[in-house]
């Protein structure tokens, strides 16, 4: 019951501060959202530290990397909303700024954690 109310508290943490970024960003430019897209690839930079550091110095007790990746990371990125998002961009039509969102969330995602993990070993 612990862990899930660190996964819970650590989710809603996340998804409260994704809304606030999502909501102040996403109207700067009409054709990408800048807002979920800087979430997503905070989230997986995020997680890359975290577990980077983690497996690293082993400071964190498995609690702690719940609350933070599972619950935090999980909370604060978004799959369904980017998911939505990519299907309006089909629906109007906006082929061009559909694949070159879909292409740059995944690639620079993974990227994102790659280098959060390699920013983990030289600290």
Same mark, same amino acid.
């Given at each position: #019951?612990? @862990?899930?109310?660190?996964? =819970?508290?650590g989710g809603?943490? *996340?998804?409260?501060? !994704? &809304?606030?970024?999502?909501?102040?960003?996403?109207? &700067? /430019?009409?054709? =990408?959202?800048? %807002?979920?897209? %800087?979430?997503?690839?905070?989230?997986?930079?995020?997680?890359?530290?975290?577990? %980077?550091? $983690?497996?690293?110095?082993?400071? +964190?007790?498995?609690? @702690? +990397? +719940?609350?933070?990746?599972? %619950? =935090?990371?999980? *909370?604060?990125?978004?799959? $369904?909303?980017?998911?939505?998002?990519?299907? *309006? #961009?089909? !629906?109007?039509? @906006?082929? #061009? $700024? =559909?694949?070159? &969102?879909?292409?740059?969330?995944?690639?620079?995602?993974? +990227?994102a954690v790659?280098? *959060?993990?390699?920013? $983990?070993?030289? /600290?």
């Amino acid at each position: #019951m612990k @862990q899930f109310l660190l996964v =819970f508290l650590g989710g809603g943490i *996340g998804s409260g501060l !994704r &809304y606030l970024i999502s909501k102040a960003l996403n109207p &700067y /430019l009409s054709s =990408f959202f800048i %807002g979920t897209f %800087g979430v997503n690839i905070l989230g997986c930079l995020l997680i890359g530290i975290v577990l %980077g550091i $983690s497996a690293k110095e082993d400071f +964190l007790t498995n609690n @702690q +990397l +719940l609350f933070i990746t599972v %619950g =935090f990371c999980g *909370g604060f990125t978004t799959f $369904s909303s980017f998911a939505l998002e990519e299907y *309006g #961009m089909l !629906r109007e039509g @906006q082929l #061009m $700024s =559909f694949a070159i &969102y879909t292409i740059s969330s995944i690639v620079v995602g993974i +990227l994102a954690v790659v280098f *959060g993990l390699w920013l $983990s070993r030289v /600290l």
